[in-house]
């Protein structure tokens, strides 16, 4: 009986060696490099881009939920710049207006039989908090260049993404390109307030009856310095993205005077909710997390390996370690966000209503109807009312990494710059590629510009800002991408 366990035991440890020692990149990555169809480098004047980009941020392009706030005047004054600075695609590429003030080009190619591909971006920008514009180094819409940075509203998300797409392409035209396959690209003017620019053109797609054999869109980056133990720069294509939905909950009360309280005000009752909702975090499914450092194989350790590829295993404690790193733990679970409170109007009034609004954004595999279930669960009380706060969207379906677009976009990258890691990692946030679902198989989500924790921060934040020189990489992967169009 030892004998057969001692057996077992050294089974065990050999399937979890051989497991580790395999844990690494898929081979079908290799597959990407074909005969080069692109320059071996591509020269940019990276400070004549600067300074487009700059220019950009110059025009306040705030949406608002509320359209009838939006200053349309800037987006109308941004589209007359990007026209005067890209002659060729808006003379070439037949503009449109669709839904307002989003902005679609279509760049016929020369077989009308392939499946088009599109590029998106979205000239929107978020308001800066009032109030808080003395904390910016520089003006948040002055569009200033210093210290090796591009600084203002908009830089990182995602002008540079505009800007990047149509300098990429008036190169390409002057140089005399003609892609083999319809390129259009889309550029939306509400995706931070939902994206119905966006859906109009999905749903134009879908009325043509067309199929998108490639997207790309906004959401991944290179990240530096951002995952723990790695000094790599990482490349982060997102196949895929969470879901969003804002759920209130509101509980009543009498009311009265706060001298005289019942054993559980509104505000008791809503922040009990509150704390079992946090207590109670969403279950986790480590599927995407692993294969997100699958990818990273080769620069893990030997243990990192050990744990990671024996799921089947480790699992609970790869999920105790991932939960304390809250970028990790956003990749493996639908996350639970309280962001709003409000009770009484003074401190010596009890509320008559009190309310909280919690964010969910959620893993694929979940719906919004789900998460709404979970939560009634979660916090099993009548007194607590739940309903949806403002928008929400189910997760994105996820777009295959073997498939034809992840592999040269990642060899598009690698080429740009042979550093880089490149690896699959859902984004957490939300894009307008989501709404393209219905007429694409193969959407990506990665922007070229270079952020670390400090650029991070800068995003809906104060002092957003990309450097100079990750900007002409990001400009250069376009235009690479543009290139080799008829892989895609």
């Known amino acids: 009986m030892k004998k057969i366990f001692l057996l077992a035991v050294v089974a065990v440890l050999a399937v979890i060696v051989v497991r580790a020692l395999q844990f690494a990149p898929p081979e079908t990555m290799a597959s990407a490099k074909a005969a080069p169809s692109t320059p071996a480098a591509s020269t940019w004047n990276a400070d004549e881009l600067a300074e487009g980009l700059a220019s950009a941020v110059r025009f306040p392009t705030v949406s608002n939920a509320d359209f009838s706030l939006v200053n349309r005047q800037a987006f109308a004054d941004f589209q007359q ?153 990482v490349a982060l294509i997102g196949p895929g993205e969470k879901g969003y939905v804002s759920l209130e909950l509101s509980a009543r009360g009498d009311g009265g005077h706060s001298s005289m309280p019942p054993r559980h005000s509104a505000a008791g009752v809503i922040a009990r909710a509150v704390k079992r ?40 404690l790869i999920e105790k370690i991932m939960s304390q790193i809250p970028a990790l733990n956003a990749g493996m679970r639908t996350t639970t966000a309280v962001t709003m409170l409000q009770g009484s109007v003074k401190d010596n009034v009890l509320p008559i209503t009190a309310s909280a609004v919690v964010n969910f954004r ?45 592999k040269v976009l990642a060899d598009v990258i690698q080429d740009v710059d042979p550093a880089v890691i490149v690896t699959p990692r859902l ?48 400009v250069d992967i376009y235009y690479r991408l543009i290139l080799r169009a008829g892989e895609l």
């Open 277 to 316: 909702l946090e207590d109670h975090p969403f279950p986790a499914d480590l599927g995407l997390t692993v294969e997100f450092f699958q990818f990273l194989g080769n620069e893990l350790s030997f243990f990192q390996k050990v744990l990671l590829a024996n799921e089947w295993l480790f699992g609970p």
């Open 81 to 233: 710049f990007l026209a005067q600075r890209f002659p060729l695609v808006f003379s070439q590429l037949k503009p449109q207006r669709i839904k307002d003030d989003t902005l679609l080009l279509t760049w016929e190619g020369s077989d009308a039989s392939a499946q088009p591909i599109i590029l998106l971006s979205h000239q929107d920008v978020v308001p800066v908090i009032p109030g808080t514009e003395a904390e910016w180094t520089y003006p948040p819409f002055a569009g200033v260049v210093a210290d090796g940075y591009i600084w203002g509203r908009g830089t990182a998300d995602d002008k540079a993404g505009v800007m990047g797409i149509l300098e990429a392409a008036e190169r390409a035209l002057q140089e005399g390109y003609m892609p083999p396959r319809k390129i259009y690209f889309a550029f939306g003017h509400d995706e931070e307030v939902g994206g119905a620019g966006a859906i109009a053109v999905a749903e134009l797609l879908e009325a043509r009856g067309e199929r998108l054999a490639f997207l790309l869109d906004e959401g991944g980056i290179i990240a530096k310095d951002m995952i723990p133990g790695l000094n790599a720069r």
């Open 427 to 474: 984004v957490v946030a939300a894009t307008d590629a989501r709404h393209f679902d219905k007429v694409s198989d193969a959407s990506f989500r990665f922007m070229g510009v270079e952020l670390g924790p400090r650029e991070l921060k800068g995003i809906h934040g104060t002092d957003e800002r990309v450097s100079v020189a990750s900007y002409a990489q990001a």
């Open 362 to 406: 959620i893993l694929p595999g979940e719906t919004i109807a789900t998460v709404i279930d979970q939560v009634k669960a979660i916090i099993d009380d009548e007194q607590v009312s739940v309903a949806e706060y403002g928008f929400g969207s189910n997760p994105s379906q996820l777009s295959s990494t073997d498939s034809v677009g992840f």
